[in-house]
């Protein structure tokens, strides 16, 4: 029994530092994004390049390459199960959603407890709009718009389309929405018309071209 409770806390640590971890990347990384457009650089390549490296920090004297750590994934630990939609698919985590409503929450459980696409994809149409409001208010950071695209048009299901177009319209009410569109890569783009597509056969079509109004400027 003591070992089991040993080991119990020991997940636990774990999963807190892994959340920190994730939580410290992304920071890094959003700042880079911030800087990054601030210098206006050259091209989506050169972003994404300093993006990648934001979390490197540079040699001092003394410093030899072998002593160097090399960056890992945190490790996921995560329980429950859950039904996917439509997909045969078992074991999926079970998101509590509704306690998600800040940042950093919305982070950790992005980052580190959802494991896969299709798991990123039943935790955002189960978000509540109000919700995604209030996370994103201030921000959505440069390269997530990029990821909600890819993940929406990744696992697309037509039973999911009103919740998906809802999404949409909500984050363009959040900050800085217009600089994370600009931002989305050719890749992303190309994943964002065909889940318009997609939603124009699915939901209400005048929501629809209003969305390709705004997402898709001529």
């Known amino acids: 029994e003591q070992l089991k409770q ?8 774990q999963q807190m530092d892994n ?3 994730a939580d410290k990347l992304y920071w890094t990384r959003n700042d880079a994004k911030i800087r990054a457009v601030t210098n206006k650089v050259a091209s989506y390549e050169e972003f994404e390049d300093i993006v990648k490296a934001s979390h490197l920090k540079p040699l001092e004297k003394g410093d030899r390459i072998s002593d160097i750590k090399v960056f890992k994934q945190p490790w996921n630990i995560s329980s429950g199960s859950g039904s996917a939609i439509n997909t ?4 999926a985590t079970e998101i509590p959603n509704v306690s998600i409503t800040n940042i950093n929450q919305f982070n950790r459980m992005w980052k580190t407890q959802c494991k896969d696409a299709l798991e990123k994809f039943r935790f955002l149409v189960e978000l509540d709009c109000n919700q995604i409001l209030k996370i ?3 921000e959505i950071a440069l390269g997530l718009l990029g990821e909600f695209v890819t993940v929406f048009n990744g696992n697309y299901h037509p039973e999911r389309a009103e919740a998906i177009g809802n999404i949409l319209h909500t984050l363009t009410k959040c900050g800085r ?3 994370s569109l600009q931002f989305l890569s050719q890749k992303e783009r190309e994943s964002l018309s065909s889940l318009l597509d997609s939603l124009s056969q699915d939901w209400d079509s005048s929501n629809t071209d209003w969305l390709k109004s705004i997402y898709i400027k001529v």
Do not use: N, P, T
């Open 6 to 13: 040993w080991y119990q806390r020991r997940v636990r640590e």
């Open 19 to 21: 959340a920190v971890e």
């Open 136 to 138: 994103f208010h201030a």
């Open 177 to 179: 929405f217009d600089l």
């Open 88 to 91: 045969g698919s078992k074991g």
